[in-house]
């Protein structure tokens, strides 16, 4: 079973441009989260998507935005880009059943090989 | 607010050495908790534990999870150098996310 993809692995930009990120998930996984890691701050959450619908997000400014299409595969989008931006965005995918008794689960994530994008 | 602490930040050990990584969390509803090793690349899956599945075990890799205490441990027995990498363990509070430590990160000298 082919893993996770994300296109594209590398991206340059200058700042105040946007960027759009793409995350294939694993066949049959219906969940994306999308994570910021940076040297000094680790792995930060974005965003989670099911079912076409985001059901949590973390603490980015708006100019963080994504969505997820009905085959799941997920973009993330950032707008204005400035240089704290640079970072390795990775995507992870899970089945995530979602039914009323695992409220809250998103259960197993596997990670793409993440794109790693610098802002000039 | 939702927090998961690793210890130690870094470790440098021998082969051959047995090495105990820990993870303490605080989150207002625990439903698993993850642990991935990170080399120069995206983390790779390692262990979940859940309420219903507190100990695993895979070759020299394993892990506990005590729900008392509110901490994991991660074991590595007989190390070999490609153990080398980031040992980042996640907690996932109920919402949808999942919160990550900063990670330990481990060298393993011939």
């Known amino acids: 079973k082919a893993g996770v993809t994300q296109t594209p692995r590398y991206l340059i930009k200058t700042r105040g441009q946007q960027v759009t990120l793409s995350c294939s998930p694993i066949s049959g996984h219906r969940s994306v989260s999308w994570y910021q890691q940076t040297p000094g701050q680790g792995l930060q959450f974005l965003f989670e998507?099911?079912?076409?619908?985001?059901?949590n997000k973390g603490n980015f400014p708006g100019r963080f935005s994504g969505r997820q299409f009905s085959n799941s595969r997920s973009e993330m989008n950032v707008s204005t880009l400035e240089l704290g931006d640079s970072a390795l965005y990775l995507c992870?995918?899970?089945?995530?059943?979602?039914?009323?008794?695992?409220?809250?689960?998103?259960?197993?994530?596997?990670f793409g090989p993440g794109t790693r994008l610098t802002v000039l | 607010e939702d927090k998961v602490v690793q210890s130690p930040l870094s470790l440098v050990v021998h082969e051959g050495d047995t090495v105990t990584l820990n993870c303490s969390y605080e989150?207002?509803?625990?439903?698993?908790l993850l642990w991935y090793k990170q080399e120069k690349k995206a983390p790779t899956f390692l262990f979940m534990l859940t309420s219903s599945g507190i100990e695993k075990k895979s070759g020299r890799l394993s892990s506990i999870l005590d729900k008392k205490e509110l901490s994991s441990i991660l074991n590595i027995t007989a190390t070999q150098t490609g153990d080398s990498a980031i040992y980042l363990c996640?907690?996932?509070?109920?919402?949808?996310?999942?919160?990550f430590g900063t990670g330990t990160r481990l060298k393993v000298l011939a």
């Open positions: 998507y099911f079912s076409e619908t985001q059901r």
């Open positions: 989150v207002t509803n625990f439903r698993s």
């Open positions: 996640a907690v996932e509070p109920g919402t949808y996310k999942y919160i």
């Open positions: 992870a995918s899970s089945l995530a059943p979602g039914s009323r008794s695992t409220l809250g689960w998103v259960g197993e994530q596997f």
